[in-house]
């Protein structure tokens, strides 16, 4: 098991992992958090090289993606950079990229009753909304208390105390993420347990993938 203690507060850089092969020949990753070798609830930063390929798989418990680079792609379509994609529990497809990608991919964390199929452009100008100050949101997915969305956070605003039930999990993009506890560049993942209060800021433009409320409670753990 890696990272599966979900009572503690989890933060890397993954710029500072070296990648991993995995089963199939191009396809790297980084391991953030695994519950099994090959199996089980799992979060990764995973490279496909141009022209390879992943055989098809299902997701018992469903998969969550975030295209970072490249263009992804699968049997039922073309996911460039930016790109947000939910498939359910108990789908399945089979990912390949042409001409290589990097993907933050989330497997077998879904409820099963979540039978939601998404597929959002987070480059695009429309859905953004106000947030608190003038944070700017991006909502991209809700289901039963989970909440996931991109968070625009302008240089110079501060939240001078936050804390979020089931938790909170960050991926930094783009900038640099603060709080009282550390600066965190782009390329930064964050895990913070149930009820942690931090002070969150950001002294340049910066840009999050924010996901709250799906952590186990504590009388889960």
Not at 104 to 122: C, E, G, P
Not at 180 to 188: D, H, I, K, L
Not at 199 to 206: K, Q, S, V
């Amino acid at each position: 098991m890696l990272n599966m203690q979900f009572d503690k507060r989890v933060i890397i850089n993954t710029n500072e992992l070296e990648w991993q092969a995995s089963p199939s020949a191009g396809v790297m990753r980084k391991p953030l958090s695994r519950e099994h070798a090959e199996r089980g609830r799992a979060t990764s930063i995973v490279q496909y090289l141009p022209n390879s390929s992943f055989p098809k798989h299902q997701h018992p418990l469903g998969e969550e993606i975030l295209v970072l680079s490249g263009t992804f792609l699968d049997e039922k379509g073309e996911y460039p950079a930016g790109t947000y994609i939910r498939n359910p529990p108990g789908s399945s497809h089979s990912p390949y990229s042409v001409e290589g990608c990097t993907i933050f991919v989330k497997l077998q964390q879904f409820s099963s009753n979540d039978q939601h199929s998404v597929r959002i452009d987070t480059t695009a100008k429309e859905g953004w909304i106000d947030a608190q100050g003038k944070l700017r949101m991006l909502p991209l997915h809700e289901f039963n208390g989970e909440q996931v969305a991109m968070i625009r956070w302008p240089a110079a605003q501060h939240f001078f105390s936050i804390s979020h039930f089931c938790g909170e999990e960050v991926f930094v993009l783009e900038g640099e993420y603060r709080d009282e506890f550390g600066r965190y560049p782009a390329g930064t993942w964050i895990r913070n347990p149930h009820m942690f209060e931090h002070n969150p800021y950001a002294m340049e433009d910066t840009l999050l993938w924010v996901k709250v409320g799906h952590l186990p409670y504590p009388h889960q753990l």
